[in-house]
């Protein structure tokens, strides 16, 4: 079966850095995406990964690395309205879009 | 603001009702999503459409019924619910080309079903 992990919650300190891991197994590999969203929100889209390296945008950055099935977004100077939900996603051969569960990131100050 | 209208916001229905979720988006896509957001859960995908066609229905009890009447316009109609339905129905649309093909999310219809 397909399947997206990442960690359920993660809490860190305002300013501090933060990586949220993904890791993936799914049929086939057509990019992997993450998206943000604030409680009651839409989620919005933050980065997309199609290449092995590093993208970055910003404060956030995200990293592929397709051999290893594994993706993470690193956020930089944490601000308090950076507490929010972290979606992944990859798109398989087929195209369609598998989510994880998304990770609750807590910013305390 | 992502472009994705939902309304309404927030719905409490019971068992019985019939009642309708709406979705627009002023973005010029041509694909319209329904999906399923439970807490802790990954997202579940239920329709697409593209220009206005159903391509996909995801195993998606009868009792949800989606409307395509054009581009802009998506609902879905719920009838006989269950509480297990409870959820936020998100709506999302994606333009037709482009390289990357991300989702444009509306913030979604908190359903609750007594």
């Known amino acids: 079966g397909q399947n997206i992990d990442q960690p359920t919650e993660m809490t860190a300190t305002e300013g501090a850095i933060v990586q949220i891991n993904c890791t993936y197994q799914t049929s086939g590999f057509n990019g992997l995406f993450w998206y943000q969203q604030h409680a009651g929100e839409a989620p919005t889209f933050l980065s997309y990964?199609?290449l092995d390296g590093l993208e970055e945008k910003g404060r956030f950055s995200s990293f592929l690395s397709r051999s290893k099935g594994y993706s993470y977004l690193l956020l930089k100077e944490l601000q308090m309205k950076d507490s929010a939900s972290y979606l992944c996603a990859v798109r398989d051969s087929n195209y369609q879009l598998i989510w994880g569960a998304g990770t609750k990131l807590i910013i305390k100050p | 603001e992502t472009g994705v209208t939902q309304t309404p916001r927030h719905l409490v229905m019971g068992m019985t009702n019939k009642k309708s979720l709406k979705c627009e988006q002023h973005l010029g896509h041509n694909a319209m999503y329904w999906y399923k957001q439970s807490a802790k859960k990954p997202l579940e995908l239920m329709f697409v459409y593209n220009f206005k066609e159903q391509t996909e229905n995801n195993s998606v009890p009868s009792r949800f019924s989606p409307e395509c009447p054009n581009s802009s316009h998506l609902f879905l109609h719920l009838h006989t619910l269950q509480p297990e339905d409870s959820a936020l129905y998100l709506c999302a649309s994606r333009p037709a080309g482009g390289e990357v093909g991300e989702l444009f999310f509306g913030e979604g219809s908190r359903l609750t079903v007594l």
């Open positions: 990964n199609v």
